[in-house]
């Protein structure tokens, strides 16, 4: 999500690079059971705005404090803007809504087919080639898919199809932001860039969602606040803030083979915390799944 201009990649990979991703990893892979419990208290949409705008508006004072400027140039705005609603409101909404139908985990792996979506959507935008191995990446990727949704019946894959398809729009949707982004880059330092970002991107998401519900907030239990203060804390703040350091410390693939973990610490979490399914299904759909991603990520 981040659209700073980083230092160039150095060739040797840094110890302390390697530990900032594991700390992305954990932190974005925790927060999928996280905001699944959340949404059992709390209606999706400003539990997920409101965390959002409370997140940038940490991650601006945090700027502040490093001496760095929040101001935006006029010719990085629209950019801004664009990269805001694709990386953040879409995001934002539709993973949170998604929830309502489906498991964490089954979210999860959805949402992290995102770089194969980049890896094809790149080949018209952008004119990478899209090879082989791409392509075999993307079969290895939708055939993960297509064992975890027909393990659990027909008709139980019906009901969840509404949840697919949003789960499937936000990937989409941050695969064509990421795009936008290699295509027209944002300079500005990662902490202003970011905290635009999620207060650009989670205000319309906060207010749709205070305009249809009135979340009330002694409907959220000691558990629900604490999954609320992790969200928007430890989901957002740290999570994006030690990515932009492995960012600075790690080469661009290997940073992005590191949020692969993501999808397994959600998997596993959401068993061992909300009791969802861990079996031969789930366990073949995620390895498939990862493997397609690991596949376009290295081709």
């Given amino acids: 999500m981040t659209t700073s201009s980083q230092p160039a990649a150095r060739p040797r990979i840094a110890p302390l690079g390697i530990l900032f991703i594991l700390i992305t990893s954990v932190a974005w892979g925790l927060n999928w059971p996280v905001n699944k419990y959340i949404v059992s208290e709390w209606p999706p949409l400003p539990a997920r705005g409101l965390a959002g705008l409370v997140g940038g508006l940490t991650l601006a004072a945090y700027a502040l404090l490093r001496g760095q400027s929040l101001y935006v140039p006029p010719g990085q705005r629209m950019r801004l803007a664009i990269s805001a609603f694709l ?3 879409m995001w934002m909404a539709v993973m949170g809504l998604a929830l309502l139908w489906l498991p964490a985990s089954e979210a999860a792996v959805i949402a992290y087919t995102m770089p194969v979506w980049t890896a094809l959507l790149a080949w018209p935008l952008l004119g990478e080639r899209l090879g082989i191995a791409r392509v075999l990446a993307l079969v290895m990727a939708f055939a993960g898919l297509l064992i975890l949704f027909s393990g659990s019946g027909i008709n139980a894959s019906i009901a969840k199809l509404p949840g697919v398809g949003l789960a499937f729009s936000g990937a989409i949707a941050f695969a064509l932001g990421t ?12 902490a202003t860039s970011t905290a635009w970002q999620l207060a650009l991107g989670c205000l319309p998401v906060a207010l749709l969602g205070l305009a249809f519900e009135r ?14 203060v992790y969200t928007t804390f430890g989901g957002l703040c740290v999570a994006y803030m030690s990515w932009f350091a492995a960012l600075e410390r790690l080469p661009a693939s290997v940073a992005a ?8 610490i959600g998997v596993l ?8 399914p861990l079996g031969v299904v789930q366990i073949t759909a995620l390895a498939l799944t990862i493997g397609g991603v690991a596949l376009a990520a290295r081709s």
């Fill in 179 to 190: 795009i936008f982004l290699k295509r027209f880059p944002v300079e500005l330092p990662a």
């Fill in 87 to 89: 990386n953040v409101t």
């Fill in 257 to 264: 083979i590191g949020t692969m973990l993501v999808p397994v």
């Fill in 269 to 276: 979490v959401s068993a061992m915390a909300l009791g969802e």
């Fill in 215 to 228: 979340p009330s907030l002694s409907a959220l239990s000691a558990t629900g606040w604490a999954c609320m």
